[in-house]
Nanobody, 131 residues
C-alpha cells in the first residue's frame, strides 16, 4: 500500500525548533514533489513547503509559504524515502496539524501550493507552540 506517514510533532515553546519527518512506503516517491501542509482549528489547509525531484537541482527545487520563509527548511533523502521539515524560531501561529502529501504530477519542476493537486495524504502530526 502506497502511503506517507508523518512524525515528529510535539509541544514546544515560542522560539523553539522541531523537525518533522514524512516517511513513504509502498513505492518510491523520488520523482514527485512532496509537500508539507498545515491546518489549524477553523482554518483551511494551507501550503507550507514543497520539494521537487532532486534531479532538478542540487537536492531539489524548493518553495515556501511567505509565513515560514527563513525559518523552515525542507529536504529529502530519497535513499531513505523520507522528507524532513526543519522548523526553527517557532511561533504560536505555527500551531497546527502538519500533513505531508505527494504531487499527482510526475517530475514537476516547481512545487505548487494547490491542495487538490496532492494525493497520498498522511494522517498528520500535531505541532503546538506555546507562548
Amino acid at each position: 500500500q502506497e502511503q506517507l506517514v508523518e512524525s515528529g510533532g510535539d509541544l514546544v515553546q515560542t522560539g523553539g525548533s522541531l523537525t518533522l519527518s514524512c516517511a513513504a512506503s509502498g513505492r518510491s516517491f523520488a520523482a514527485y514533489v512532496i509537500a508539507w501542509f498545515r491546518q489549524s482549528a477553523g482554518k483551511e489547509r494551507e501550503f507550507v513547503a514543497g520539494i521537487t525531484w532532486s534531479g532538478w537541482s542540487g537536492g531539489g527545487n524548493t518553495a515556501y509559504a511567505d509565513s515560514v520563509k527563513g525559518r523552515f527548511t525542507i529536504s529529502r533523502d530519497d535513499a531513505k524515502n523520507t522528507v524532513a521539515l526543519q522548523m526553527n524560531s517557532l511561533k504560536p501561529e505555527d500551531t497546527a496539524v502538519y500533513y505531508c502529501a505527494a504531487d499527482k504530477a510526475l517530475l514537476r519542476s516547481v512545487p505548487i501550493a494547490t491542495v487538490s493537486e496532492y494525493i497520498h495524504w498522511g494522517q498528520g502530526t500535531q505541532v503546538t507552540v506555546s507562548s
